[in-house]
T-cell receptor
Framework: DAKTTQPNSMESNEEEPVHLPCNHSTISGTDYIHWYRQLPSQGPEYVIHGLTSNVNNRMASLAIAEDRKSSTLILHRATLRDAAVYYC??????????FGDGTTLTVKP | NAGVTQTPKFQVLKTGQSMTLQCAQDMNHNSMYWYRQDPGMGLRLIYYSASEGTTDKGEVPNGYNVSRLNKREFSLRLESAAPSQTSVYFCALRPGQLNSPLHFGNGTRLTVT
């Protein structure tokens, strides 16, 4: 299974952009990259996913490196409600999605 | 997290006791999953079910059994609880379409003393 590496923690100021990196150098050619976030005392929630092209939705943007060995989740204007643990996951066809420890994002007012 | 109902929300067990965690969905999704999350850690897959009547082991299946008797429900059973099974247990769903996202319940907090 592909492994991911994410920083343990990051900090941001409110209303500033945040770039959350993820390395997935062993990802297979057909694995999508999924991102989830987990707010305190809740289950994870889906944020965004992509394969090769950059993707945008109402929550965030996802920038995928040309060699697909890394990706970056972009929150354009961080709010206090964005404070959470963010997980980057290569999505295997077998459905055995494995979550690492993620990145804990702290947003300062 | 409407669509995924986990019961109970909280449970305290003594070592050796048994219990079943229930997960029910009203989203008509094919695949269902059980994860555990220890304090400060990520989620680890215990078991999953790609469809009614089928189940497969995940990363950490020891000490657990599962049952998927119908499309709507996926239960997780601890036959003889141990303190190492103290954790938060999450049920998740996924439609059958390729690369569709997971949809999680709010979890069951289990403490084994």
């Amino acid at each position: 299974d592909a492994k991911t590496t994410q920083p343990n923690s990051m900090e941001s100021n409110e209303e500033e952009p945040v770039h959350l990196p993820c390395n997935h150098s062993t990802i297979s050619g057909t694995d999508y990259i999924h991102w989830y976030r987990q707010l305190p005392s809740q289950g994870p929630e889906y944020v965004i996913h992509g394969l090769t092209s950059n993707v945008n939705n109402r929550m965030a943007s996802l920038a995928i490196a040309e060699d697909r060995k890394s990706s970056t989740l972009i929150l354009h204007r961080a709010t206090l409600r964005d404070a959470a643990v963010y997980y980057c996951i290569p999505y295997t066809n077998a459905g055995k999605s494995t979550f690492g420890d993620g990145t804990t994002l702290t947003v300062k007012p | 997290n409407a669509g995924v109902t986990q019961t109970p929300k909280f449970q305290v067990l003594k070592t050796g006791q048994s219990m079943t965690l229930q997960c029910a969905q009203d989203m008509n999704h094919n695949s269902m999953y059980w994860y555990r999350q220890d304090p400060g850690m990520g989620l680890r897959l215990i078991y999953y079910s790609a469809s009614e009547g089928t189940t497969d082991k995940g990363e950490v299946p020891n000490g657990y059994n599962v049952s998927r008797l119908n499309k709507r429900e996926f239960s997780l059973r601890l036959e003889s609880a141990a303190p190492s099974q103290t954790s938060v247990y999450f049920c998740a769903l996924r439609p059958g379409q390729l690369n569709s996202p997971l949809h999680f319940g709010n979890g069951t907090r289990l403490t084994v003393t």
